[in-house]
Nanobody, 126 residues
Framework: VQLQASGGGLVQPGGSLRLSCAASGFTLDYYAIHWFRQAPGKEREGVSCFSSSDGSTYYADSVKGRFTISRDNDKNTVYLQMNSLKPEDTAVYYC????????????????????WGQGTQVTVSS
């Protein structure tokens, strides 16, 4: 089982990036994929989630209306399209696998994630 996160980079405020989380060793049909981020000196934050089994999604309030999560069935990959980026979006972004369903409580997934990608740096700065 492996998750490969990519697509980070440096972008100006108001710009866009698309992160990818390529899954191997398992099919996304039976799992949810979560995106987290962690900025220096801050706690890890659950950003978004997509669950193929029931089509459920989750977005943190801080990214609603700006980020969109989606899946490419053929590539077994989940994408996080990030638009209207702000300096406060600067962080290392991680994808992680979880059980089916995007169930969050107080900003954290209810169930533990069992596999994690390596993280990709997103920097929003002028």
């Amino acid at each position: 089982v492996q998750l490969q996160a990519s697509g980070g980079g440096l972008v100006q405020p108001g710009g866009s990036l698309r992160l990818s989380c390529a899954a191997s060793g398992f099919t996304l049909d039976y799992y949810a994929i979560h995106w987290f981020r962690q900025a220096p000196g801050k706690e890890r934050e659950g950003v978004s989630c997509f669950s193929s089994s029931d089509g459920s999604t989750y977005y943190a309030d801080s990214v609603k209306g700006r980020f969109t999560i989606s899946r490419d069935n053929d590539k077994n990959t989940v994408y996080l399209q990030m638009n209207s980026l702000k300096p406060e979006d600067t962080a290392v972004y991680y994808c992680a696998r979880g059980p089916p369903g995007c169930i969050y409580f107080s900003g954290s997934p209810l169930y533990e994630n069992d596999f994690w990608g390596q993280g990709t740096q997103v920097t929003v700065s002028s």
